[in-house]
């Protein structure tokens, strides 16, 4: 029997874990290979808990404090981002000492395990053993109307806003803004959408709210709010070339259209799966609303046939490591 612990550095992504259990179907599987997978946070792990598996394969950026645990156990490391890329201006851009220790674990990590097929040509001047393993959902076709707009967004997307600002709005749309403070052209005065959102904003229909990134809220807002339209802006940088098309998997779980920016893996998405943006986002936004039941329809088709558990790439990483 082989024994996997995925270690959480975080609550949030604990909880992420744990509340979306994006591996269940995964498990389920591998208990027909004698192979058993359990999670726990970084808070509970230490030397005695880590040498009672095979293998712990973590998830998130490291902490500092653990390394002394990883030089005497067997791990991999799941990479989402590449951190080290982030502009040095950014509010989430790691240490000096964060970014030798991140580099150090690429290097040392018995496996890496990314989402993209760049990110993992990144990463292989550090570590030859590299596995890629996309994002996968449950999806089902969802019949949306709404006339909104949506960008949900965490701290190091925080340059991206900049390909928002100046935006010309429809009056007949709410635009939502999830996450940092959306450009300043359009934040002047406060309001509240309910007890724990504050808006702040000049105009009547733009809206903000400064999430914490409490997961169970999260999962509720992205699956109850009303939006068809999901906005993925992104600076042309090496970071975001190596992200994922998380955001329009889960955009197109809600039953909304994502206008992106061409960039990266959204670059290679099919042309007709969503709206790529050149240089104007208010056509693009009004073009996927115009046109949203087939470009749906299309990206529906498009996540079901990669980004469910029909894709086996999980299964043959586990197998592996």
């Given at each position: 029997m082989k024994k996997v612990l995925q270690v959480c550095s975080s609550h949030e992504a604990y909880d992420c874990i744990r509340i979306f259990d994006p591996f269940k179907k995964v498990k389920e599987q591998l208990k027909n290979d004698n192979i058993i997978v359990e999670t726990t946070p970084i808070s509970a792990m230490n030397l005695q808990?880590?040498?009672?598996?095979?293998?712990?394969?973590?998830?998130?950026?490291?902490?500092?404090?653990?390394?002394?645990?990883?030089?005497?156990?067997?791990?991999?490391?799941?990479?989402?981002?590449?951190?080290?890329?982030?502009?040095?201006?950014?509010?989430?851009?790691?240490?000096?000492?964060?970014?030798?220790?991140?580099?150090?674990c690429?290097?040392?990590?018995?496996?890496?395990?990314?989402?993209?097929?760049?990110?993992k040509q990144k990463l292989s001047e550090y570590n030859n053993r590299i596995f890629v393993c996309p994002n996968l959902v449950d999806i089902t076709e969802k019949h949306n109307d709404s006339k909104n707009v949506l960008y949900a967004y965490g701290n190091s997307h925080s340059y991206d806003l900049k390909l928002l600002v100046g935006m010309e709005l429809n009056k007949d749309r709410n635009y939502y803004f999830f996450g940092k403070l959306p450009p300043s052209d359009?934040?002047?005065?406060?309001?509240?959408?309910?007890?724990?959102?504050?808006?702040?904003?000049?105009?009547?229909?733009?809206?903000?709210?400064?999430?914490?990134?409490?997961?169970?809220?999260?999962?509720?807002?992205?699956?109850?709010?009303d939006y068809g339209v999901g906005l993925v802006p992104l600076q042309d940088n090496e970071f975001n070339k190596c992200k994922s098309i998380l955001k329009f998997i889960e955009y197109t779980q809600h039953g909304a259209v994502s206008v992106v920016s061409n960039v990266g893996a959204y670059a290679a998405i099919p042309d007709n799966c969503c709206v790529k943006v050149k240089d104007n986002w208010c056509e693009a936004i009004e073009y996927a609303f115009k046109n949203r039941e087939e470009i749906y329809k299309n990206a529906l088709k498009f996540i079901v046939d990669k980004y469910t558990y029909n894709n086996d790439a999980w299964i043959r990483m586990y197998r592996s490591i």
């Open positions: 808990l880590a040498t009672k598996y095979d293998i712990s394969l973590w998830h998130g950026c490291m902490c500092l404090n653990v390394y002394s645990v990883l030089k005497q156990v067997n791990f991999g490391l799941y990479v989402d981002d590449l951190m080290t890329d982030l502009n040095p201006g950014n509010p989430a851009h790691p240490s000096k000492a964060e970014i030798e220790g991140l580099k150090w690429y290097k040392n990590a018995d496996s890496l395990i990314v989402t993209t097929e760049y990110l359009l934040c002047v005065y406060t309001r509240s959408i309910t007890d724990d959102i504050t808006v702040k904003t000049n105009k009547p229909n733009v809206y903000w709210a400064e999430i914490q990134w409490n997961y169970e809220k999260y999962k509720v807002w992205m699956n109850n709010f």
